[in-house]
């Protein structure tokens, strides 16, 4: 079995909390000072997130045969429990509170409910204002990567080092060039689009193998918590700087300065043992409930830290933040240990065994 990689636990629990800001600012008025430009487009955190689930599965399979039978059963199993039970208890209570509040409409849920069930909502990018997946749409996506990782491997392993770096290129493009397109001709959003959620996937997954040249090279110098915080605050403020240029909140045009940050982020916090913190509970537990503080979101608890400051009778921005937070933290610990667990516990003793 590989070692754990933590400096990547910290980077999942940092783009988990960037989402979180990004969130408390749209939803809740939250004000975080001089950050409020880099605050208002931190949906780009969703791009550090595929990019990182693509590392890291490159980063555990790699040195297993998915593509025989047992093996793609039983990652296809694993993936599935990781997240298709997490998202449905999501959905169902997202409807149930939609009909508590008054919100549902029985002809959206009944015509959408085989797209939901089947995890197809990403690709019709109108319905990302529809029911919940203006916060769960990223599931449908990753889904779609999960489906597909096992060829992308198979054919990862079989490029030489020049055609994956070639393709990493080119992938890289893509993404960049995108946006631009999409602005410049006034098209429906691809923010998302499994399409362009699974280049940045699979330009994680080719990153891990890039990631062995790098050992003995130029990029060497990335091996240090140093160059991780300067990667780290060159992405902060070069996001400031765009965004006082007057550069438009368009997320996925962000991509020209996030990909590059996040590639050099990844490839630099990857290698760094973090030997103090290796086996820390705490940021272990954390990176374990990023997803379920995610999908919490999308629940009506920013309705609740409103209720919670309103019977506090304060407006402070502090208050706002603390409170808006400790309710998504408690809803996330809540749900991760009473549905989450037990739940992947009964699976997986009934799936994989």
Not at 9 to 18: E, G, K, N, P, Q
Not at 304 to 315: A, K, L, Q
Not at 331 to 344: D, M, N, T
Request: proline share 3%; net charge positive; aromatic share 16%.
């Amino acid at each position: 079995m590989k070692q754990r990689i933590i400096g990547l636990d910290l980077l999942r629990i940092a783009l988990a909390f960037l989402v979180f800001m990004f969130h408390s600012q749209m939803h809740f008025g939250c004000d975080y000072s001089f950050l409020n430009g880099f605050v208002e487009v931190g949906a780009i955190a969703m791009t550090g997130f595929f990019m990182l689930s693509g590392y890291v599965l490159y980063y555990t399979y790699s040195g297993q045969e998915l593509m025989s039978k047992s093996s793609l059963k039983t990652f296809y199993v694993k993936r599935a429990i990781t997240i298709i039970p997490l998202y449905l208890f999501i959905a169902v209570a997202f409807t149930a509170c939609d009909f508590f509040f008054g919100h549902a409409k029985w002809d959206e849920y009944i015509i959408l409910f085989p797209v939901e069930a089947l995890c197809l909502q990403s690709t019709f990018s109108s319905l990302f204002g529809y029911i919940h997946n203006e916060g769960t749409w990223f599931i449908s996506c990753l889904v779609i990567c999960y489906v597909i990782y096992p060829f992308i491997q198979t054919v990862t392993l079989q490029l030489t080092k020049k055609s994956r770096l070639i393709l990493w290129f080119l992938l890289v493009f893509i993404i960049l060039y995108a946006p631009l397109v999409q602005i410049f001709f006034k098209l429906q959003t691809i923010y998302s689009n499994p399409f362009y959620r699974l280049i940045e996937f699979t330009i994680g997954v080719l990153l891990a193998p890039i990631s062995e040249i790098s050992d003995s090279g130029c990029l060497k110098i990335l091996r240090t918590k140093c160059s991780s915080l300067i990667i780290t605050v060159t992405f902060v403020i070069l996001i400031l700087l765009a965004r006082y240029m007057g550069v438009p909140a368009h997320y996925m045009l962000f991509n020209w300065i996030a990909v590059p940050c996040f590639c050099a982020l990844i490839l630099s916090i990857a290698k760094i043992p973090f030997s103090r913190i290796a086996n820390n509970k705490t940021i272990l537990y954390l990176s374990s409930i990023s997803f379920t503080f995610f999908l919490c979101q999308v629940l009506p608890l920013w309705a609740i830290s409103h209720s919670v400051c309103e019977m506090m009778g304060t407006n402070s921005n502090l208050v706002k933040i603390v409170v808006s937070l400790s309710i998504c933290m408690i809803g996330a610990i809540f749900i991760h240990e009473c549905v989450e667990r037990p739940l992947s516990k009964v699976l997986k003793r009934k799936l994989l065994l």
